[in-house]
């Protein structure tokens, strides 16, 4: 069965310095998501991403935050210099397409920032 | 603005029991509805979706969802748990393209 996968699973990085999580979707899918889980919080949506540009974006989803698509397959979520409050657990998701409403979301990437 | 309410934190039941976790949800326009749960170290399952149709929906591991219009309610129910069933359960919401989550529950099942 096709499942979304994340690289790493666990990303330690001190404070001011840029990380990029990296996700593939499911092979076919058109749309894709990052959400993230801060410890013990409920998921939160950060940015929708479609025809290689972002269609929505929250209030958390700031100019620190980047997404990109920079080849058929992999969906990358830079951020340019973490802050202590960016420790989250941050999951990839994708859905299919249009009529097809369910988003499948990748293992997730723990990310500390010390 | 749409939201998702889960009144219970946390659920502790015993194996073979029945449970019910709640959902609530807030929306002006008409909204897809999702569970999902997420075991131990893991990421986020689909269990079962209601997009429309018949207010009852099945999923996987035996569980099932009844969407209630006039209550906006999408509570989850499984008939017998078991102890594999220990895990985070999260309702979602669907109104644009972004899922919106509650707090999620925490079902414990003891033997």
């Known amino acids: 069965e096709p499942e979304v996968t994340q690289t790493p699973s666990h990303q330690v990085t001190q404070m001011g310095q840029e990380v990029i999580l990296r996700c593939v979707p499911i092979?076919?899918?058109?749309?894709f998501y990052w959400y993230r889980q801060i410890l013990g919080q409920k998921v939160e949506f950060l940015v929708s991403?479609?025809?290689?540009?972002?269609?929505?974006k929250s209030e958390i989803f700031d100019d620190q935050f980047s997404v990109e698509r920079p080849d058929g397959s992999n969906f990358t979520l830079k951020i340019r210099s973490t802050k202590l409050e960016d420790s989250a657990m941050y999951f990839c998701?994708?859905?299919?397409?249009?009529?097809?409403?369910?988003?499948?979301f990748g293992p997730g990437t723990r990310l500390t920032v010390t | 603005a749409q939201s998702v309410t889960q009144l219970d934190s946390q659920v502790p039941v015993f194996e073979e029991a029945p449970v019910e976790l709640r959902c609530n949800y807030s929306s002006s326009v008409s909204v897809y509805l999702f569970w999902y749960v997420q075991y131990p170290n893991q990421g986020l399952q689909l269990l079962l979706k209601y997009l429309s149709g018949s207010t009852l929906v099945k999923g996987i591991n035996g569980f099932e969802a009844e969407f209630n219009k006039s209550q906006t309610s999408f509570h989850l129910r499984k008939p017998s748990v078991h102890i594999s069933d220990t895990a985070e359960y999260f309702c979602a919401v669907s109104v644009t393209d972004k899922l919106i989550f509650g707090t999620g529950t925490r079902l414990q099942v003891f033997p």
């Open positions: 991403f479609y025809n290689n540009e972002i269609s929505e």
């Open positions: 998701a994708s859905r299919g397409d249009r009529t097809s409403y369910e988003q499948y």
């Open positions: 092979s076919n899918h058109l749309y």
